[in-house]
C-alpha cells in the first residue's frame, strides 16, 4: 500500500525536552513537508523538502529542526526552543513537477506534561 | 503579501441542504487552487482547479475556479451526516511546490 506514515499518533514532550517526530513515504516523491495545525487554524508550514540534502525554512521554523537523508524520510525534531509545541503535526509530500496536489499522513498530536 | 480567505469560517446546516463554501486568493504567479476534507485526522485531497481546469465534479461534490474574482467556490448538494468535517483551501504557485492555506471553513451537518 502506498502512502504516508506518520509515527508516533500520540507524544508528550517533557520541558526541556526534544522530541522527533517521523515521516516515513513509498510514493517516490520528491517534495516532502511539515505543517503545523492549531485549532480554529489552517496549515502553517515549519519546513520543506524538494530533493534529498535539501531543505527549506517555512513560515514557522523556529524551534524545530529536520533532516532528509533519504528521499523517503523526513523527521522533524521539535527542540526544547519551541516554547509552545502543543498542536496537531502534518507530514505531507507532493510528486511536484506540474502538480501542485499534497498528499497527507494521518498527524502526530503532541502535547506537553 | 500572498493570502488565501475562507468563509464562513464555520456553518450548521441540516441534513439534506445545500452548501456553498467560499475561497478567494491572492498569489503571485497563481496556478491551482486546492480543496481538501479534514475529518479528524489527515486532509484528503477533493479537486484542483488550474486556469485549464475551471470546474469539477464528484458526486454531490462541485467546485469553480472564478480566474477574474480570484476566487473558488465548493458546492455540497444533499448534504449528508458524513459531509462534517472542516474543508481546506489553497493556492500554490507556479514556480515551486508550496501551498499557501486557508484558515478552513467548519461544516457541521445536522440529521
Known amino acids: 500500500d502506498g502512502g504516508i506514515t506518520q509515527s508516533p499518533k500520540y507524544l508528550f514532550r517533557k520541558e526541556g525536552q526534544n522530541v522527533t517526530l517521523s515521516c516515513e513515504q513509498n510514493?517516490?516523491?520528491?517534495?516532502m513537508y511539515w505543517y503545523r495545525q492549531d485549532p480554529g487554524q489552517g496549515l502553517r508550514l515549519i519546513y520543506y523538502?524538494?530533493?534529498?540534502?535539501?531543505?527549506q525554512k517555512g513560515d514557522i521554523a523556529e524551534g524545530y529542526s529536520v533532516s532528509r537523508e533519504k528521499k523517503e524520510s523526513f523527521p522533524l525534531t521539535v527542540t526544547s526552543a519551541q516554547k509552545n509545541p502543543t498542536a496537531f503535526y502534518l507530514c505531507?509530500?507532493?510528486?511536484?513537477?506540474?502538480?501542485?496536489?499534497?498528499?497527507f499522513g494521518a498527524g502526530t498530536r503532541l502535547s506537553v506534561l | 503579501e500572498d493570502k488565501v480567505v475562507q468563509s464562513p469560517l464555520s456553518l450548521v446546516v441540516h441534513e439534506g441542504d445545500t452548501v456553498t463554501l467560499n475561497c478567494s486568493y491572492e498569489v503571485t504567479n497563481f496556478r491551482s487552487l486546492l480543496w481538501y476534507k479534514q475529518e479528524k485526522k489527515a486532509p484528503t485531497f477533493l479537486f484542483m482547479l488550474t486556469s485549464s481546469g475551471i470546474e469539477k465534479k464528484s458526486g454531490r461534490l462541485s467546485s469553480i475556479l472564478d480566474k477574474k474574482e480570484l476566487s473558488s467556490i465548493l458546492n455540497i448538494t444533499a448534504t449528508q451526516t458524513g459531509d462534517s468535517a472542516i474543508y481546506l483551501c489553497a493556492a500554490g504557485w507556479d514556480s515551486n511546490y508550496q501551498l499557501i492555506w486557508g484558515a478552513g471553513t467548519k461544516l457541521i451537518i445536522k440529521p
Open positions: 523538502s524538494q530533493i534529498v540534502n535539501d531543505f
Open positions: 505531507a509530500s507532493s510528486p511536484g513537477g506540474t502538480s501542485n496536489i499534497q498528499y
Open positions: 510514493l517516490n516523491h520528491d517534495a
